[in-house]
């Protein structure tokens, strides 16, 4: 009997209006990090956030990185972020020889707004705080501009996973000075690599511009008043997002549908609910959340036995090796979080026979 095909975690869903795109883009002869499909990308992505204007650029890390550039992180800065997220939030801030400061989440496992007035009531200087809109689901951007605003705290939103999530009405990356996105591979929209950044300030939006292309000034021979770098978006790969984010609406009804499949199947006798739910959320990736580590160990190996990938909720920043001793306000929360939640498979294109094999799983 054929082997059934591994059912990845949030696979690339991609088609014709993709291939027809990216093939247009190839016979306007812009096959470079310019043109007009980076144009019209950039100007779909600030309408997306309700943004004046979004850069696009090679990644999400590389969004980040030239915020900080242009914010000028530094090791006289502090960054503040939530403990519970990906290392990309704050690895440019590592880079840059920055006090790291983690946060605690709450019960959403987004930043809780309360620990973070900790731990900007004890800071001195410069900060930056990083939110993070986790897993699709946009964080409270309210209480923590709120909260930066009293502090005199720069706020950049980390909307990597949230493309397309609103929440009160506001969409994801509508907060704080600047907010960047992901399309990496695994995202709801993919561009198979790619990021931006979207903010209201033209001065930011123009220098992070200029910086993602080398700093090279309008001369005719190349002059450079300071050092950049080459982060830039090429065409082909804006004119791929461009027509996934034609399919967003389908994208984010089939997500919803995903987690609520997973929802019926976690009974209340079950021992497993869902990750207490966000008005608005993407659905990015569904997460379960299991009486004990215990449980979620063994539900993630009969996961890896059936050839279905699914993973834990991000190990939290203060517990990674690299960031040992960094100062942490709480940490609890987001540690039960890391030990009962698994991340299920979600991916747009799943099929039912997919969602039967990932029953057959869960019913074990
Ligand atoms: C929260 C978060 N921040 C930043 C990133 C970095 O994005 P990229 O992989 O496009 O560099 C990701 C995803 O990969 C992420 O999940």
Redesign the pocket.
């Known amino acids: 009997m054929k082997k059934a095909r591994r059912i990845f975690l949030s696979p690339p869903w991609t088609g014709e209006e993709e291939r027809r795109a990216v093939e247009s883009a190839f016979d306007s002869g812009f096959v470079a990090p310019c043109g007009p499909f980076v144009d019209g990308f950039e100007s779909a992505l600030a309408k997306l956030a309700g943004r004046r204007y979004a850069v696009a650029v ?7 990185d030239l915020v900080m550039e242009h914010l000028g992180v530094d090791s006289s800065w502090t960054v503040v972020a939530p403990t519970l ?5 704050v690895g440019p801030a590592c880079h840059r020889g920055a006090k790291l400061v983690f946060v605690d989440s709450d019960a959403t496992g987004n930043v809780d707004a309360a620990r973070l007035e900790e731990a900007l009531s004890r800071r001195r200087g410069r900060t930056l705080v990083m939110s ?3 897993y699709g689901r946009c964080a409270d951007y309210g209480a923590i501009a709120s909260v930066c605003r009293r502090h005199g705290a720069v706020f950049v939103s ?4 949230a493309v397309g999530a609103t929440r009160a009405g506001r969409p994801a990356g509508s907060a704080g000075l600047a907010a ?5 591979g ?2 709801i929209v993919t561009t198979s ?3 931006a950044v979207v903010t209201d300030s033209k001065r930011l939006a123009d220098h992070v511009r200029k910086l993602s292309s080398q700093s090279r000034e309008n001369r005719p021979w190349y002059e450079h008043r300071e050092v950049g770098y080459d982060y830039r978006m090429s065409n082909i790969l804006a004119a791929l997002g461009l027509a996934q984010l034609g399919k967003l609406p389908a994208i984010l009804a089939r997500r919803r549908e995903i987690s609520e499949f997973y929802g019926g199947f976690f009974g209340a006798e079950s021992g497993v609910e869902m990750l207490p739910p966000v008005p608005g959320e993407n659905h990015w990736l569904s997460v379960a959340l299991f009486r004990s580590r215990r449980g979620r160990d063994a539900a993630l190996s009969r996961f890896a036995a059936a050839d279905v990938e699914a993973r834990p909720v ?1 190990k939290p920043m203060h517990l990674q090796p690299v960031f040992r001793g960094a100062e942490t306000h709480g940490g609890e929360v987001a540690e039960d979080l890391f030990a009962r939640g698994l991340c299920l498979p979600s991916g747009t294109g799943m099929t039912a026979r997919d969602m039967e094999r990932i029953g057959e799983v869960l019913r074990g």
């Open positions: 090679s990644s999400g890390t590389a969004a980040i997220t990906f290392i990309a939030t993070v809109d986790l980390d909307s990597a996973e960047i996105y992901s399309f990496n695994n995202k690599g790619g990021g991000w």
